[in-house]
């Protein structure tokens, strides 16, 4: 048995936030992010809106484009670090509001790696019985955005995809999931605050311990090695050259990291999806809202080889290799 994903969706808030508007919020420019990142433009939900609430509409359009009922869902996985709160699951939440009574749902905590590690959790079930699964990747990131440091609040966006994994006997889906952790690097890109380490107090607000640290240039170093490391791994393990991949979904953190990234592969930028540009990185909402736009898009054929790779936080660093 295999899972093949039978349908995506995915959803962005209404709100854009352009490289114009932060440049009346922190000391920036449009060029210098444009530049550095490749980023013109991201969503920011609005007050109130929280990640099930994207997560959701993502999920609905994965469903209804899969033809498959919420009610047949074996397991909901939501791979998210901005969840609506502690407790419940975030995945709790949109069991509920999908009427997924028979699910069981949980969310999974790898930050921008969280999609690629909930697919591969989703595609083991699948192989031990269920029969669908919905992993979704929803990510309010700018609920832990200091939006007073330029370092990090031009990178981050909000959003949320969705797929639905259906088990198969035929000989396509996902053929492979690879995933890794080095929590050594723990410190390159957290949230110090918030947590059992650092409950929320006046202190921690004060010092602003709730939002997003990051090591900018350690962090890019890091994401180009992990990146082609798991991609060459993911190749190797399925005998695949790179000319056989006809497209790359990668995590949509930085336009300079892709293009690195696809240099050292010797993969043609054509064959890679790309939506930074207007969505920033959304964390674990970043691949499955990629993979979304290019199925809608019509860039997927049947029999196509899909590459997912991505790193975070953790640090993390992932890929899957899907027939589709
Ligand atoms: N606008 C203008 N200038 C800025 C700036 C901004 N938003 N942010 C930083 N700068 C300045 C710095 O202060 C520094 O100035 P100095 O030379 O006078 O000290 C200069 O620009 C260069 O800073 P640096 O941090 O070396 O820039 P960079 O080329 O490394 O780009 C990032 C910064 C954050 C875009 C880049 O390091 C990056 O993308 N890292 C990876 C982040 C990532 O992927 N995180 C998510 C992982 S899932």
Known sequence: MRSRIVGTGSYVPPRVLTNADLERMVETSDEWIVKRTGIKERRVASPGEACSDLGVRAAERALEAAGVPAGDLDFILMATCTGD??????????????????????????ACCGFVYALAV??????????????IGSEVMSAITDWTDRGTCILFGDGAGAVV???TDEDRGILSSHLHSDGSLGDLICVPGGGS??????????????????KGNETYE????????????????????????????????????????????????EKIVLNIDRYGNTSAASIPLALDEAVRAGRLQEGATVLLSAFGSGLTWASSVVRW
Request: include cysteine; charge should be positive; proline fraction near 6%.
């Open 222 to 269: 890091v994401a180009v090695k992990t990146l082609v490391r798991s991609a060459k791994e993911a190749l190797e393990h399925n005998k695949l050259s790179v000319g056989e991949i006809d497209l790359y979904v990668p995590h949509q953190a930085n336009l300079r990291i892709i293009k690195a990234v696809a240099h050292r592969l010797g993969l043609p930028m």
């Open 165 to 167: 994994l259906s088990a």
């Open 122 to 135: 989703g595609d083991s079930f699948i192989r031990t019985g269920a029969q669908h699964v919905l992993v």
């Open 197 to 214: 380490r650092m409950p929320p107090s006046e202190k921690v607000v004060a010092e602003r311990m709730q939002y997003i640290k990051m």
């Open 85 to 110: 709160a502690p407790l419940p699951s975030t995945a709790c939440l949109v069991q509920h509001r999908l009427g997924a009574t028979r699910a069981a749902a949980c969310d999974v905590s790898a």
